[in-house]
């Protein structure tokens, strides 16, 4: 399939937005909303580091997209659109760019966003090499940021954490000892990230703080400590797990720390003052997220975890040392 | 250099823009002026196809940069600032990276932009792949196209065709009866292109429709036509050469088809009304740029280039078949 016909047949009908132009020209145009101010951001997907040789096209694809709206998201941004950048050395048959691109319009429509132009380009390694753009917008001068926690914050997170690192071991199939549904959920979280694009824009003007966690709890409250000058202390017990995660913690109790420390969650972590929780889980229940507070601020530096008895767990050097 | 290094090292201190918020959140944000939309393009670079492995880096970088902007200055827009995606596999050493964000912080200030983000990524394979997204600002509404071209608009292009293409034969020691100055120039005008950032937002209101030469000027010139529904004519003896081009001309008529046909030029391709000629000269001048009048469009379809003896030129079906 040459790249003529891969944008006319698969890529423009997916640039639904008047800026994209139909892809006629050198780029797009886009303006934000009155009073308001785009957010930008950029995350890359390479074969045999974010995705196998195998995954389902249409999953690698929407991966790509919802990494990138889990940024937006925790700047508080509502999504607009994307350009994409597609390296590919032409083994990829017109069956699975079919699957990839329909992968996109799901998403597309799901989230409300659109195509707005990008590269395809020949690579010569016989490995994919995905980039993808996302455009947000906020009010202006709203977004949230890393650095705005304060002591005595709440800290909490939305939906549940460690399914997405758990799940890749469970592609890997070194999860052997767990039932078939717990299987498939986990996996399902590693490839197909859900990310809090309602949620983040209903934030703004309560959080005082956000990210989105995709290194891992502890390395990314790491960050956001660090960037807000605060100490975080979180409680084990009230971080939120689903019930695949629980059923391989209690058959692995060492999972802890891979639910503690592994990434790819793209869940939201945001601290606000107290008084703003009742607002707060409204606006969770009105957009269908669940939200728990795992924690709190302090004057102080560095992510404390305190286990049920009052003891600070220590945490293996692997979940500090990532980054976004 | 591990990720940390290279991030605030290297890179954090080319986020001189206010919206970068320094790389410490999850996105960037931007805001067009008043009465102003956004303009954004994005073009990627594999090692192999766009560079070679031993190019030097901070070329390669300021290339990726440029071609970009050469697309903003095709839309009329004034570049801002730029996210930068880097997927490398750790086998480049610190002076190399210190090299390639050396020129990114020269062109920089060259151009007035500044990094807003990006991603860097491992990627496994031992080849280099880059993407940049570029933006840039309009007034609302008024972004050059390439479907605006009409019956009897004069077309014209920036500096000199075919400089690029020959330069990569130079590069290839394929030139070799050419004197060194000859093909010095050419080979930097193959890895250096010339973005047009200050004539391209001069000529709005003025251009009827423009984009820049990346694939050759016939392939474009034919883009243009059809998106514009009309016939361009160009005329051999008025296609602008620089001396070296003419001088590996003189050696090798062949090479007409090359210089028609061959990519990476970067100069821009326009159309406009005949009694704004000298406007957009005198503007041509303030902006230092050559302007040459190569032909003109009339109802029909396709490129003609024709000779001095009145008589079409037959053409290549390489110069065709590439695609922006």
Redesign the interface.
């Known amino acids: 399939m040459d ?2 016909d891969l ?1 006319d047949r698969l890529i423009a009908p997916l640039a639904t937005a008047p ?1 994209a ?1 139909g892809l ?9 909303g009155a009073g ?15 995705f196998l040789h195998d995954d389902p096209p249409d999953q690698i694809a929407r991966k790509l997209l919802r990494v990138n709206l889990s ?2 998201a ?2 508080g ?1 509502r999504p607009l659109g994307y ?3 597609l ?1 590919s050395d032409g083994s990829r048959d017109e069956s699975w760019f079919r699957a990839f691109f329909d992968g996109l319009r799901c998403d597309q429509d799901l989230f409300g966003v659109s195509l ?4 395809t ?7 994919l ?1 995905l ?1 993808l ?1 996302a ?2 917008e ?1 009010d ?1 001068g709203q ?5 705005g926690a304060r002591p005595d914050d709440l800290v909490a997170v939305t939906g549940t954490i460690g399914d997405a690192a758990l799940g890749l071991r469970a592609i890997r199939r070194e999860l052997s000892d767990l039932n078939g549904d717990h299987l498939a959920f986990l996996s399902d979280r590693y490839r197909l990230p859900q990310p809090r694009t309602q949620l983040g824009p209903a934030l703004v003007g309560f959080a005082h703080a956000a ?2 966690i995709s290194d891992g709890l502890v390395a990314d409250a790491t960050h956001l400590a660090s ?1 807000s000058h605060v100490a975080i202390d979180l409680d084990w017990v009230r971080i939120p797990l689903s019930a695949g995660c629980q059923a391989a913690l209690d058959h692995d109790p060492t999972l802890q720390q891979v639910i503690l420390g592994g990434g790819d969650d793209y869940e939201l972590l945001f601290t606000f003052a107290p008084d703003s929780l009742n607002e707060i889980e409204g606006m969770a229940g009105e957009c269908g997220v669940a939200v728990t507070v795992i924690g709190t601020c302090r004057s102080g530096e560095g992510v404390h975890v305190i286990d049920p008895k009052g003891r600070q767990l220590r945490l293996s050097e692997a979940g500090w040392r990532h ?2």
Not at 24 to 32: I, R
Not at 116 to 119: E, I, R
């Open positions: 790249e003529f944008i800026g132009q006629a020209n050198d780029g797009a145009t886009l303006v934000p308001c101010e785009l957010v930008i951001t950029k995350d890359m997907m390479a074969e045999g580091v974010h940024d937006l925790a700047m941004a350009l994409l950048g390296a707005l132009g990008g590269d380009i020949a690579s010569p390694n016989g490995l090499t980039s753009t455009f947000g906020v202006l977004s949230l940021v890393r650095t990210m989105d960037r980054r976004s």
